[in-house]
């Protein structure tokens, strides 16, 4: 019986977590918005910290990081002569996880000299 219990368990908070997912684009509109007016910010970090008791974590991504394929998506690339090769200019849409596991790609720009 405890091994039922333990099976629904996990798949009622799995599922509350996918729930979380959809609302990855939601907090998107957030992110641009709290860059452009303030009172974004507390909707925005109050979303950031339900998701996070679900097991949702924000990838640290920045520009100047290396690219790194196995855990980012470029989408474009661009010259710069001040910036090195192979590095991310840009950071478009931030990715995510689940339990450690990556949900969405952080999607970026990288340097391509």
Do not use: W
């Amino acid at each position: 019986m405890d091994k039922i219990n333990e099976y629904f368990a996990d798949e009622t908070s799995e599922d509350i977590s996918y729930a979380g997912f959809d609302l990855l684009p939601v907090l998107d509109s957030l992110e641009i918005g709290k860059s452009h007016n303030k009172e974004f910010e507390a909707i925005y970090n109050q979303l950031i910290n339900i998701l996070s008791k679900q097991g949702i974590q924000k990838i640290s991504v920045k520009e100047g990081d290396e690219f790194d394929v196995n855990v980012m998506e470029c989408i474009s690339t661009k010259k710069y002569k001040n910036k090195k090769d192979n590095t991310i200019s840009k950071v478009i849409i931030s990715g995510y996880t689940l339990s450690e596991k990556i949900i969405r790609f952080p999607k970026v720009e990288v340097v391509k000299n």
